[in-house]
């Protein structure tokens, strides 16, 4: 149940982005272009920061509907936990762990931040716009856990799983179609 007594009792993203039709389309095309954009880092790498950054701070439904898509996109059920734990013993990529500590960093302490921090993400071999990609999802997802968080929206485990896999197969599109049909011409 949202805090928010406008909204539903499944509330979800969707349902808080027509309370401003405005942002809310900008928000969705905020998304597609940051995650689903060709760049070097894929969807899934995106879906992972995007679970990681949300496991972190504890925002159950972006948590469970971003590791349900990373999962759709072939991460481990248990590496995600692994990485909340300790991303050093963690089974995931090697090249992928800089990244992720950036992530956690960023996320936990952003004004602790380094040169040193970045250099570490070069040495393993991405760039500066992998790593420019990382730090648009780690900046969206901190927001997208605030603002779940302040309406008071957790999701439910069905929900989240749907969502997951709609993600991974549709994109973030759909929720614009969603937006346009809720909010009626003149409304």
Not at 49 to 54: G, L, R
Not at 74 to 96: K, M, S
Not at 100 to 122: C, I, N, S
């Amino acid at each position: 149940m949202s805090f928010f007594p406008s909204l539903p009792a499944d509330a979800g993203v969707r349902h808080i982005l027509t309370l401003n039709p405005d942002a809310g389309r900008a928000l969705v095309a905020f998304h597609t272009a940051a995650l689903r954009n060709a760049g070097p880092l894929t969807s899934a790498h995106k879906e992972l920061i995007a679970a990681y950054v949300s496991g972190l701070n504890a925002c159950q439904y972006c948590y469970g509907v971003h590791s349900q898509t990373a999962q759709a996109f072939g991460l481990g059920a248990q590496a995600l936990e692994a990485l909340l734990t300790d991303i050093d013993t963690a089974d995931i990529e090697e090249r992928l762990k800089p990244l992720l500590r950036y992530a956690r960093k960023l996320t936990l302490e952003p004004t602790r931040m380094t040169e040193q921090d970045a250099q570490a993400v070069f040495a393993a071999g991405w760039s500066e716009a992998a790593l420019h990609d990382a730090v648009l999802t780690v900046c969206l997802f901190n927001f997208m856990n605030r603002l779940l968080e302040g309406h008071g929206v957790k999701g439910n485990p069905g929900v989240l799983s749907a969502r997951g896999q709609a993600l991974r197969d549709e994109g973030y599109e759909p929720l614009m179609a969603f937006l346009d049909a809720a909010v009626k011409p003149g409304a």
